[in-house]
């Protein structure tokens, strides 16, 4: 058993945002992969999930991103995981737009729903998936720039993005971390 965790905001004014990508990435898992209808449970919404031979929980924390960490420790509680059967996907503005950067562990670098979820597990021990959104421009604010909807000439490469975090996602719970890390993280400086 495996829970992969979604970041974002509930709210149809989150839709489509740069903050919301990692809800965007579980709709395609849930698409591809979902077993049942969605639920609400553990402060999130929540589909099951069979990715190969792995029983896996699709979360999307409704908490709102900077309380992510109190839909995934209780989730993570309940079926009784260890911090490797755990992935957590997000946004992340370090990174070129569309580009997937997988972690085994490490800091928030900034992101406040990874930075919640590392102070409620005590540890920075969990697998991450970041999806880049580009740095924020000079002329604007970061809460504004992530919380702002990708641009029409984005919108393809971030389709294909989405697509690519879901053949990743697949790939992560059945080949596990170092498999994922070097078969996308050497794709990080060029499109998806």
């Known amino acids: 058993m495996k829970i992969i965790a979604g970041l974002g905001n509930p709210g149809r004014k989150y839709n489509g945002t740069r903050h919301n990508i ?5 709709a395609e898992l849930a698409r591809r992969h979902g077993t049942s209808k969605p639920k609400v449970r553990f402060r999130g919404e929540t589909v099951d999930a069979m990715i190969g031979t792995e029983s896996v929980l699709l979360l999307c924390p409704i908490t709102f991103m900077n309380a992510s960490g109190e ?8 079926y009784r995981l260890e911090n490797q059967d755990l992935l957590v996907i997000c946004d992340d503005l370090n990174l070129p737009v569309a580009k997937l950067r997988f972690r085994s562990q490490g800091s928030s670098g900034g992101q406040k729903g990874l930075q919640d979820i590392i102070k409620k597990l005590d540890t920075t021990e969990f697998s991450r998936l970041r999806i880049g959104i580009g740095e924020v421009p000079a002329e604007r604010n970061a809460a504004s720039y ?15 993005a989405i697509h690519t975090a879901a053949d990743a996602v697949a790939d992560w719970t059945q080949h596990g971390i170092d498999f994922s890390m070097n078969n996308y993280n050497a794709h990080a400086n060029r499109a998806c």
């Open 22 to 26: 990692g809800w965007e990435v579980l």
């Open 146 to 160: 992530v919380l702002g909807k990708f641009p029409s000439e984005e919108q393809d490469l971030i389709q294909q």
């Open 71 to 78: 839909s995934l420790l209780p989730a993570k509680n309940y």
